[in-house]
C-alpha cells in the first residue's frame, strides 16, 4: 500500500485566483493521478501524472486551467486556476504501486469552495 | 468504452440487516474490479478488490465475487453496522494508462 498527504486539507477561495495542491507519498511510485469528485458525484478522472513525462489530461480538462508538477517519484502537484464556483469540489490524489495489480491508493483529498 | 453501472441510493438500512449492493461493468479484456469506501469528510479508502474471475475479494466483513458470466461485482455484507454508513464506489481497472473507472456511488445510512 502507500500513505498520501495532501494540502491542504480545505481551502476558500475568491473566484479569479489560483490554488496549488500538493501530494505527497511515503514511497517512490511512477503512476500518480488527480481526481476531482462534485459535490454529491463520482470521481472523475483529470489527469495522469507520471514522473519523467508530460501529464496525460482527460477530455474535458486543460493544461492551462490545471497545470500538473512532478518533480520526482513521491511528489506532485495540481493547480487550479482562474477558479470560478464551479471548480468547487474536492480534489484527490493517489497513486498505483507497480505491484498493486490495478490497484490506486488515494489522499484525504482537498476541499475547495470557490465563493 | 469501458463503464459501471452501480445500484442507485441512497440505501437506508437498519442495524443487522443484510447488505447488497449491485455493481455490473462493460470491459473490453479482464479487468480487475474493486470496492472503495468513503465515510463522511473523508478520502477514498480500499475496501476489497479481486483480479481474475470466481475470485472473492474479503474485507471487514463485506465480500464481493467476480463473476466474468454475469459481469458483476455485487458487495454482500451479512450484517450491517451504525459505521457502516459512507458511500461505496466499484470500479475497474483494466484499461491502458491504469485508468480506474467508477461507478456512480452508493450510499448506504444505517439506523440504529
Known amino acids: ?115 | 468504452g469501458d463503464s459501471v453501472t452501480q445500484m442507485e441510493g441512497p440505501v437506508t438500512l437498519s442495524e443487522e440487516a443484510f447488505l447488497t449492493i449491485n455493481c455490473t461493468y462493460t470491459a473490453t479484456g479482464y479487468p480487475s474490479l474493486f470496492w472503495y469506501v468513503q465515510y463522511p469528510g473523508e478520502g477514498l479508502q480500499l475496501l476489497l478488490k479481486a483480479t481474475k474471475a470466481d475470485d472473492k475479494g474479503s474485507n471487514k466483513g463485506f465480500e464481493a465475487t467476480y463473476r466474468k458470466e454475469t459481469t458483476s461485482f455485487h458487495l454482500e455484507k451479512g450484517s450491517v453496522q451504525v459505521s457502516d454508513s459512507a458511500v461505496y464506489f466499484c470500479a475497474l481497472s483494466g484499461g491502458q494508462g491504469g485508468k480506474l473507472i467508477f461507478g456512480q456511488g452508493t450510499e448506504l445510512s444505517v439506523k440504529p
Request: glycine content about 6%.
Open chain 1, 1 to 115: 500500500s502507500a500513505v498520501i498527504s495532501q494540502k491542504p486539507s480545505r481551502d476558500i477561495c475568491q473566484r479569479g485566483t489560483s490554488l496549488t495542491i500538493q501530494c505527497q507519498v511515503d514511497s517512490q511510485v511512477t503512476m500518480m493521478f488527480w481526481y476531482r469528485q462534485q459535490p454529491g458525484q463520482s470521481l472523475t478522472l483529470i489527469a495522469t501524472a507520471n514522473q519523467g513525462s508530460e501529464a496525460t489530461y482527460e477530455s474535458g480538462f486543460v493544461i492551462d486551467k490545471f497545470p500538473i508538477s512532478r518533480p520526482n517519484l513521491t511528489f506532485s502537484t495540481l493547480t487550479v486556476s482562474n477558479m470560478s464556483p464551479e471548480d468547487s469540489s474536492i480534489y484527490l490524489c493517489s497513486v498505483r504501486p507497480g505491484t498493486s495489480e490495478g490497484t490506486q491508493y488515494f489522499g484525504p483529498g482537498t476541499r475547495l469552495l470557490v465563493l
